[in-house]
């Protein structure tokens, strides 16, 4: 015990004299250049100082409330610099681990002490900011890949699949081709992925850029038949359960679908009720809009109007059948208006406004609506 009291005398005691005059220097004026140059260096003392197990847990007790009353750039620069140590005190690790992420990056990215438990526990407890911070890490086990592309979130999976040091499984990949069909960034971003296997580059095919499809038709050797497949599989997928006015903008692969649909004059009456019938609101809005020339927001309120005359003038401006306008005014209100159900009322209203047009006067009445 006296070896020990000599060891904390000789080595320990002045260092945390030192420490505790620079931080007093420190808070009386945070800003002076020196005053926190003289703090790390303290601190780099401190830690590079050969101290028994005793010592080690009083310095990380000692770094801990440093760190709390410290100023943002002293936080973010001892992070820093303690993140590749190999030799950092577990509960000095775990509190910069889990601090706000300018603080917790360095350790997150670059410690080589965070176990696979560590970065679960980080996970689960904190959000955005310190995934997409794991997701740069050099090495990764396929239990905390798997983690993270599970919490669908768009910047760490890019960041996954933007690092070289790791290996993304399958499975994984399936997975994040499911968050592709939605997210722009994660599309485009898996098109390049180094392994990515020819089956995911078709399916992704119709989520990225020209430019990208391009590459991944040349890499991948797809023919159009493969392509056409893709799209269609593509359009499977547009499906909502219930439209809101927050929601109602077709994406642009939708309006890009659309666009190729009218292209090959295959917006037909079926393709419309087909789509409305397997609830893809979205889609319709997209297709209608092309077969009609109207804005989102007109097509939209259509299918919320009560007795349909808007529906009723713009299925008539396209020769759409009597049978087909009425599903598409009781199909269009079931995903707009789900608490409101049709009356019998309101249907005869929306079938008089239907008879009441030939295809000459909606076509005029559509087209000044467009004029104005």
């Not at 997975?175 to 898996?190: L, R, Y």
Request: include cysteine.
């Amino acid at each position: 015990m006296n070896n020990l009291n000599e060891g904390m005398i000789g080595n320990f005691d002045p260092l945390l004299v030192q420490l505790h005059d620079n931080l007093n220097h420190y808070k009386s004026d945070k800003h002076d250049t020196q005053t926190q140059s003289d703090l790390m260096q303290t601190i780099a003392e401190l830690m590079d100082a050969k101290l028994s197990e005793i010592e080690k847990n009083m310095a990380a007790d000692v770094m801990i409330s440093l760190i709390k009353q410290a100023e943002q750039n002293i936080r973010h620069s001892l992070s820093e610099k303690l993140a590749p140590r190999d030799d950092l005190h577990p509960g000095l690790l775990h509190f910069l681990a889990y601090d706000d992420i300018d603080v917790a990056e360095h350790v997150l990215v670059h410690s080589p002490l965070l176990s696979d438990m560590d970065l679960q526990y980080v996970i689960h407890a904190k959000s955005g900011d310190h995934w997409q911070a794991i997701a740069k890490r050099n090495a990764l086990s396929e239990k905390i890949i798997s983690t993270l592309v599970d919490k669908q979130h768009d910047l760490t999976t890019v960041n996954l699949l933007q690092n070289e040091k790791i290996e993304i499984s399958t499975l994984s990949l399936e997975k994040i081709i499911e968050q592709a069909m939605i997210s722009p960034s994660v599309a485009e971003t898996i098109a390049e992925y180094k392994s990515l296997p020819r089956d995911l580059a078709v399916n992704i095919y119709w989520h990225v850029s020209n430019s990208i499809r391009h590459k991944i038709a040349k890499t991948f050797d797809i023919n159009k038949h493969e392509i056409d497949v893709a799209l269609q599989d593509c359009v499977q997928d547009f499906s909502d359960t219930l439209l809101q006015d927050k929601n109602v903008r077709p994406s642009n692969l939708m309006i890009e679908a659309a666009e190729k649909y009218h292209s090959n004059d295959k917006i037909t009456d079926d393709l419309l009720v087909g789509t409305l019938r397997r609830r893809q609101g979205r889609f319709f809005i997209a297709l209608f809009c092309k077969k009609t020339n109207l804005s989102t927001a007109i097509v939209w309120n259509m299918m919320r109007q009560i007795g349909g005359q808007g529906l009723a003038v713009a299925c008539r401006a396209m020769n759409i059948t009597k049978e087909n306008f009425v599903s598409i005014f009781l199909l269009s209100r079931s995903i707009t208006r789900s608490s409101q159900s049709v009356t019998a009322e309101e249907l005869r209203m929306a079938m008089r406004y239907y008879d009441g047009l030939t295809h000459k006067m909606a076509k005029e009445i559509l087209k000044d609506s467009i004029a104005n």
